[in-house]
C-alpha cells in the first residue's frame, strides 16, 4: 500500500524533534547531534522481529547514531501497568488504559501544549491533561463490528442492520442458514470485550461521555450504556455466540472469521487487516472482511466514534528524552505502520483508509468525542474507578456474560440495577 502522510508534517516534526526534550544524552552524532539507545515496549508480539525492525532500518537513514531496542510484552496492559510502579518501563510506550488522566504526569513527559500540536495531529485531546499532551496516537481507529460479508450475504444479510432486534435478527439468520457461529464473545482472552465501549458516542453523539457522567442511572433505557451492553446481553443469551465462552482465544478468532466460521466481532478498523491477512493461510478472500457501523441510527445516519489507538508517550524516567522524541515523532510522521495497520492517520490531512470503504459507501459519519471541560479531565474515570465498574476492562463484562448464559446468579435487571446503584453512589462522592 502507498504511504499517505501529510507532507508538510515533516518540517513541523522535524523542529519539534531538535527542540523538545533536551535532557538526556544527546551524544554527537547524527541528525541533530542524536545518538545512543532507547528501548520501545510494544504489545506487538506479531511484528517485532519483522516490520518493527524495518522501521528502524528506514529511522536509521535519519538518525544513523541511535539504536532502538523493543520490548515486546504479550499482556501489555497488565505487566506495564504494574511496571509503571517503577522507574524501569522503558523510553518510548504505548501509555496503558489503566493510567488516568491526571496520572499522566507522574509517568510521562509532556510533550507540547494541546494548542500546539492540534495543528499536526488528531486525538490529543485523547491522553492530555491541563493542556498539556502526554501521548500522541499511533493511528485512528474507527468503531464497530467486523463481519465476514460472504457469509452474512449467505444469510441474506447485505447492508448493515440498523436497530438492535435487526442486528440481533440479522445473527440468527446467520444461524439457522449458515455453518457459521453468529458471534464470537472473545471472552477468555478478556481484552476484546473491552471493544464494546469503544463504540460510545456511536449512540450518543460527541458529548457522550459528559453525558454518561450526568446520569444517574445510564443503564437504563434509551441511555447509550444501556444500548451497549444490551446488546451484548441479548446476543449471548439468545444462544448467538459460541457454546462455551470459556475456550474463546483471540489469535484463533482470527482464523475463525477470516475462514467464515464465525461471522461477527466487535472490533476497531485496526483488526480488519489481521484478520484480511489470516484469509491467505485459512482459506476466505480479503475482500469478504470489512467493518460495518453499530445497528443504531441519529437523524437518519449511522456514526462511528473515531478515536486515536494506543499513544506513544516518553518515560519521565528516559535518560535519551531527545532520541525518544525522535524516535516518536519520525514512528507517527513518517513510518508506514497507520497505513500498514489500515487505521486512520494520526496526522491532520491524511487520506481515509481502504478499510473503511463501507463507511462511505453506507454514508456513516465519523464522530470524535467532545474532550472534557478543564478540571473535569479525569472525572469520567474517577466515576467508574470509584463504582469499581471497569468500562474500558473485562471484568464486569464477563460478568454481565455469565449472567446472560445462566452462569452467573441474577438477570439482566438486576445487574444493571447493581451497577447503575454503584455508578450514582460513585457520582455523588465525586460531585457529579
Known amino acids: 500500500m502507498a ?56 529511522f536509521q537513514k535519519t538518525y544513523p547514531d541511535i539504536d532502538v531496542e523493543f520490548e515486546a510484552i504479550t499482556d501489555y496492559e497488565g505487566d506495564v501497568s504494574i511496571r509503571l510502579n517503577s522507574q524501569d518501563y522503558g523510553d518510548v510506550l504505548l501509555v496503558p488504559n489503566s493510567v488516568t488522566k491526571d496520572q499522566l504526569p507522574q509517568f510521562f513527559e509532556p510533550l507540547d501544549t494541546v494548542d500546539a500540536l492540534s495543528a499536526t495531529y488528531r486525538f490529543i485531546d485523547e491522553q492530555a491533561y491541563e493542556g498539556q499532551v502526554y501521548g500522541i496516537a499511533t493511528f485512528g481507529t474507527a468503531n464497530g463490528y467486523v463481519l465476514n460479508k460472504k457469509v452474512w450475504a449467505e444469510a441474506g444479510i447485505t447492508e448493515p ?8 435478527d440479522a445473527l440468527e439468520a446467520v444461524g439457522e442458514k449458515t455453518d457459521a457461529t453468529p458471534y464470537y464473545t472473545n471472552y477468555a482472552d478478556g481484552w476484546p470485550l473491552s471493544q464494546w465501549q469503544n463504540n460510545q458516542g456511536s449512540f450518543a453523539g460527541a458529548e457522550a461521555v459528559q453525558i454518561r457522567d450526568a446520569q444517574e442511572a445510564p443503564w437504563s433505557d434509551g441511555n447509550e450504556q444501556y444500548a451497549l451492553d444490551s446488546l451484548l446481553f441479548d446476543v449471548v443469551a439468545g444462544g448467538l455466540s459460541e457454546a462455551d465462552p470459556t475456550t474463546t482465544n483471540w489469535e484463533e478468532s482470527k482464523n475463525l472469521l477470516a475462514s467464515g466460521d464465525v461471522a461477527t466481532m466487535v472490533l476497531g478498523s485496526w483488526a480488519v487487516p489481521q484478520i484480511q491477512a489470516a484469509t491467505e493461510t485459512v482459506g476466505g478472500a480479503p475482500e469478504d472482511i470489512s467493518i460495518w457501523p453499530m445497528p443504531w441510527k441519529t437523524d437518519d445516519a449511522f456514526q462511528s466514534r473515531v478515536g486515536g489507538d494506543y499513544k ?27 497505513v500498514d495497520e489500515g487505521g486512520i492517520s494520526p496526522v491532520v490531512g491524511a487520506e481515509s483508509p481502504d ?10 459519519q465519523q464522530i470524535e468525542l467532545t474532550p472534557s471541560p478543564a478540571g473535569q479531565e479525569s472525572l469520567d474515570s474517577d466515576i467508574y474507578n470509584e463504582a469499581e465498574i471497569d468500562l474500558f ?40
Not at 14 to 27: E, M, P
Not at 36 to 51: A, F, S
Not at 315 to 327: E, L, Q, T
Open 3 to 58: 504511504r499517505k502522510h501529510a507532507a508538510s508534517a515533516l518540517a513541523v516534526m522535524t523542529a519539534l524533534t531538535l527542540t523538545a526534550c533536551s535532557t538526556g544524552d544527546d551524544g554527537g552524532s547524527g541528525e541533530g547531534g542524536l545518538s545512543g539507545t532507547i528501548t520501545v515496549l510494544t504489545n506487538r508480539t506479531d511484528i517485532v522481529e519483522t516490520t518493527l525492525r524495518d522501521y528502524v532500518t528506514e
Open 161 to 168: 442492520p440498523t436497530t438492535p432486534q435487526a442486528f440481533l
Open 312 to 338: 506513544l508517550g516518553i518515560s519521565k524516567h528516559s535518560d535519551n528524552k531527545a532520541a525518544a522524541r525522535a524516535w516518536l515523532d519520525w514512528f507517527v510522521t513518517e513510518s508506514t505502520f497507520a
Open 355 to 364: 478499510t473503511l470503504k463501507d463507511f462511505d459507501t453506507f454514508g456513516v
Open 393 to 432: 476492562g473485562d471484568q464486569y463484562r464477563r460478568a454481565l456474560i455469565d449472567v446472560a448464559r445462566g452462569a452467573g446468579s441474577g438477570d439482566r435487571l438486576s445487574f444493571f440495577e447493581d451497577l447503575n446503584s454503584r455508578w450514582d453512589s460513585a457520582r455523588i462522592a465525586n460531585d457529579g
